[in-house]
C-alpha cells in the first residue's frame, strides 16, 4: 500500500555522470575490460529490490541490534557541538536510507533547519530513502540527488545549488568503504569537507587478531543464496543467462589489503548486445562481479592518511565485524 508521501511527486536531480549515454558507455567498456563498476549491481528497481533483500538478510545493521546500537552512539558522541544551527545531513550512497534516518533523528532537536540530500547511483534507492526520512523531515526538505560519486568531481559544486549556503554538513559514507576504489573515493572525500562539516564513515572490519583468517570468516556473509541471486540478476537484465557460466566466491590480496570477490566464469561462449555494441565473451573467460574490501582499524587509518584524512573518534561492533568512525582532514 502506498504511504501518504509516495503520493507526492519528488523532485530529483540528476547529476551528468548518471546520463544513460554515459552509463551505458562505461558499462560496454567495463563489461569488454572484465569487470563490473559496482554502482550497476544497484542501479535498475529490479537490482534496488534485489539488494534490499541482500541487506535486510544479511547486513548486521539490520540482523544486529548491537550494530544498530553502535550507529545510535557515534551520532550521539560523534557529532558534539555539529548538532546546532543549519544543518544538511548528505548520504553518500543513501541505499535505502535507514541510518542517515536514525542520523537525521538525532540532528532534528538541536538543528534550527535541516535538510537531508539521500544521493546514490540509483534514483529508486534516492526514492527509498526519502520515503523513510518522511518519517522525520517534511519532503520539501528533502532533496534527492542521483550521482556517480566515482566519476564526479564537481559534487561540492553541486551541492552549493541545492543547499543553502550557511548550512554545516554531516556527510554519511555508510558501506561505501568495501565497494569502492579507496584511492578513487578517499581523494574525493578530502575536497568536499569545508571547516564545520563532519564525516561519518563506516566499514566492514575482518574480526579476530588474523587479518586473513578474519576476512575467511564473513565470507558465509557473501557466499549465499540472496547474494548470488542479486548479482545474477544483474546478468540476466544484461542479456547473461545464469546457465553460461558459474559464480565463484574467493579473497583477493590487493596492496596489503584483502577484499572479497565473485567471478562469473563462463563455461561457455556468449554475446550480448547493448544499445547496438556488441560484447562477447569466451568461454573459460572471468567477469569480475562484485568485490568488497575488509579492514582492520589499522588498515583503514592508514589508507585515510594517505588521502589526508584521519580517524576523530570510532564505534566497533562487540563482533568486530563493523566499525563506525568520524574522520577529519588530517591537521
Ligand atoms: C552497500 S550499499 C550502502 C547503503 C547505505 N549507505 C547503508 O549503509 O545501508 C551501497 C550503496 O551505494 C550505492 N553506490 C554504489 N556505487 C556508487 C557510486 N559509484 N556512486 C554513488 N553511489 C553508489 C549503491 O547504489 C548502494 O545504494
Redesign the pocket.
Known sequence: MMSPSESIPAKVMVHP?QFPGVVQQQLVVSLRAGHV???F???SVR??QK?LEV?QAH?P?RTSEGVSRMYDAVFDTALGQAQRGAMALV??????????TRCLAKLKPGATELHYVP????QA?TLV?REAAAAVLPLGQVHPLV??????DDLGQTLDDILPAEVKRVY?????I???EPDV?LPKLNCLLRGEDQLLL?ANLAPGDDYRSGVETVLPQYDNAETRDWLLSFLEGIGVPAAVGELVFGIEPIDELLRIVADFKFVQPQVITLGGERVAFERGQALRLFFSYRHTVETLAKRLARHGLQIECSEIAGSGEEGVFRVERAG
Open positions: 555522470s563498476p559496482p554502482k549491481l544497484y542501479d537490482q534496488t539488494w541487506h547486513s545493521s548520504g553518500l550512497g543513501c541505499g535505502g536510507g535507514q541510518k542517515d544521493s546514490d547511483v540509483s534507492m530513502a550521482c556517480d560519486l566515482a566519476e564526479t554519511t559514507f555508510f558501506g561505501m568495501p565497494n569502492l573515493i563506516s
